[in-house]
């Protein structure tokens, strides 16, 4: 289990062996390199942890501890969580400010603590099998090699994964492999479990006072720029990720200011103009002085570590962008040990256009329905349908309320899910349909909308994203980034940074057509003009083209070959239908994309067979900037 992970932690390895207990770990050494070892053990050798994270707060911790008698014996964080777990049990997890995933055995107990942090940036996976042993590990192919489970399908999880990128909730692609999900604890004893949430957030007390937006921005820009310094704790060379958007532009604009020598900068992109974004991330770059790396992926790369990379992430990749982050992340590790990323700001400031888009067609589409007649609708619709299909401004109409009923599920789940329920209901096999019974896969999200405490909709929409969407953005940047022994850190995701952005006011978040209204007041005078004015481009990969052209062959293997097809989990008419309309110039990447992870995914997996390239080429093109 221990060294089917050793790109996680290449530096050092340990064994901690009780009368049944056994915890491993494989560590990057970061903080206290010398001292950090572990498994880690208490003073009288009654508490023994495995810890994978970074507590950016424990030398105040730290101070606090030593004040009630605690001694230490380390430098590292690690002991802090053990002397905090000595003070204050289970509740431990409420001081910590940072990213974790722990367990502590406790020999006098006989129990195992495990938790979880605020917001999911470490990942924490677990199985427990039938004479109640527990098996967890940060990778789920720890839990397949110990032989916790059969790999399986989860047929319960396919019409998640189908509609929204990956699985929500605690429910992974395979039979009896859970997740602990962010801000829970878990605690075993004598074969069973118990399960927390100790953390949530809260939009209840959004501040909808006489503040003035100047308060505001400073607030916010305070907590930014102390989260960004808290994130520079490390004993080994540390660097970030620069795409040349708002978000990690922000962060190097930050860190030039704390650290003495240049930031070293790193980026990734593709030959594609469409998918290029150097220029923007050499204009930072300049603009701050940093030392800059990159590296441009050829689609032969791009599909060459395909294999390797599902395995690093252990279910389909949901966003062909994880590609290009690994690259990036190899790149980082010829120079450093420790990442920042911008990950999480577009969750917590309405960062998509798809956020914009459902407020306002939802708002509007009400009105439109209120105000008109069914006839004058229809005649609308005829109208837009005239349009030839092809073309971007009937691609574009067709999804607005002009054509589709001003409801969520038409113009939220079904205008932004990869597969839609009714797409679903022709792509899935009946032997299929049969065993998945009546799922909606817009479950999981549906019941996060409406536990929320918010009482706006783009509120409640940002927060059922943070425990979805986010979550697996942030799998993605740890498995990624790790699969090249390289650690990242997300100082957007500081969770007091996090719960004050919250509070905010709506117009705080999304003013009028701007987004991120606040971390755009915030860099102002700071980032170049160009920077905070461009359109968002998240992270293009030109799948659209490649699948036409030069690996149209890739699809026709793994979609329409008889092996696929054998399966009988998929109707072989639909995806035959899906393949030509692509071809044909209707852009289908995103679901061929899905389509052929999943295939890929299940080749290794479930038929155990070794797709991954053991002789991997070295980057094509490395130039420094």
């Known amino acids: 289990m221990r060294d089917c992970l050793v790109h996680r932690g290449p530096d050092d390895s340990g064994v901690f062996l009780g009368h049944n207990i056994g915890l491993g770990h494989r560590r990057l050494s970061i903080v206290d390199v010398a001292a950090g070892h572990q498994p880690m053990t208490n003073e009288d050798g009654s508490l023994h942890i495995t810890y994978n994270g970074e507590i950016y707060n424990h030398t105040d911790l730290r101070a606090e501890l030593e004040a009630k008698g605690h001694v230490y014996q380390t430098r590292c964080d690690t002991e802090t969580i053990l002397h905090l777990y000595e003070e204050n049990g289970e509740r431990c997890v409420d001081s910590l400010r940072g990213m974790f995933a722990f367990a502590i055995w406790d020999q006098n107990k006989k129990e195992l603590f495990m938790a979880r942090d605020r917001l999911g940036i470490k990942p924490l996976y677990y199985s427990l099998t039938p004479d109640g042993s527990l098996y967890f590990a940060s990778e789920i192919k720890s839990l397949l090699v110990a032989g916790a489970v059969t790999p399986e399908l989860n047929h319960r999880a396919l019409t998640d994964y189908l509609a929204n990128h990956a699985t929500s909730g605690e429910e992974t692609l395979f039979v009896g492999v859970k997740r602990l999900l962010p801000g829970h604890t878990l605690l075993w004893r004598d074969g069973s479990i118990e399960i927390k949430k100790y953390w949530d957030l809260h939009f209840s007390n959004s501040d909808s006072s006489a503040r003035s937006d100047k308060d505001y921005v400073a607030e916010w820009f305070d907590l930014f720029r102390t989260s960004v310094r808290l994130r520079l704790m490390a004993d080994v060379p540390l660097g970030m990720f620069l795409s040349g958007g708002i978000d990690s532009s922000a962060i190097a604009a930050m860190m030039s200011k704390m650290v003495a020598e240049p930031i070293k900068t790193f980026s990734v992109a593709f030959a594609e103009r469409g998918a290029n974004e150097l220029e923007y991330a050499r204009l930072v770059a300049k603009e701050f002085h940093t030392d800059h790396h990159e590296i441009v992926v050829s689609p032969e790369e791009f599909f060459e570590v395909l294999p390797k990379l599902i395995w690093h992430e252990d279910e389909p990749l949901g966003h062909p962008a994880s590609v290009p982050l ?59 349908g005239a349009v030839p299909a092809g073309s971007t401004i009937s691609r574009k109409l067709t999804r607005t309320f002009l054509c589709l009923p001003a409801n969520l599920e038409s113009l939220y789940f079904n205008n932004f899910a990869v597969f839609t329920r009714q797409m679903q209901a022709e792509l899935l096999s009946a032997n299929t349909r049969e065993q998945i019974g009546s799922t909606d896969p817009y479950e999981g999200v549906r019941a996060l909308l409406a536990d929320s405490d918010a009482t706006s909709l783009l509120n409640q929409l940002l927060y059922a994203d943070t425990k979805t969407y986010l979550h697996e953005l942030l799998m993605k940047q740890d498995q990624m980034s790790m699969a090249a022994s390289v650690e990242s850190r997300v100082p957007f995701l500081d969770h007091k940074l996090v719960e004050m952005t919250a509070g905010l006011p709506e117009r705080m978040k999304l003013r009028g057509m701007t987004t991120k209204y606040i971390l755009r007041e915030c860099m102002r005078g700071i980032l170049p003009r160009t920077i905070l004015t461009r359109r968002k481009m998240g992270f293009p990969v030109p799948l659209d083209h490649w699948f036409r052209g030069p690996f149209a062959a890739t699809i026709d293997e793994h979609l329409l070959g008889e092996r ?38 299940q080749r290794q997996f479930l038929d155990g067979e070794d797709l991954v390239t053991q002789s991997e080429k070295p980057p094509a093109a490395v130039r420094v900037a």
Do not use: C
């Not at 030509?580 to 992870?597: D, K, V, Y």
């Open 326 to 384: 690994y690259f990036v992340s190899r790149l980082a590790s010829q120079h450093v040990k420790v990442v920042l990323t911008g990950e999480g700001s577009d969750e917590m400031l309405a960062g998509y256009y798809r956020y914009r888009k459902t407020v306002y067609n939802l708002a509007l589409g009400r009105r439109y329905e209120r105000f008109t007649t069914t006839g004058m609708r229809s005649a609308v619709r005829l109208a837009i």
């Open 564 to 601: 696929a097809r054998s399966r009988g989990i998929f109707n072989p008419a639909y995806v035959e239908r899906l393949v030509a309309e692509h071809r044909s110039g209707i852009n289908h990447a995103e679901r061929l994309w899905t389509l052929m992870n999943f295939e890929l995914w």
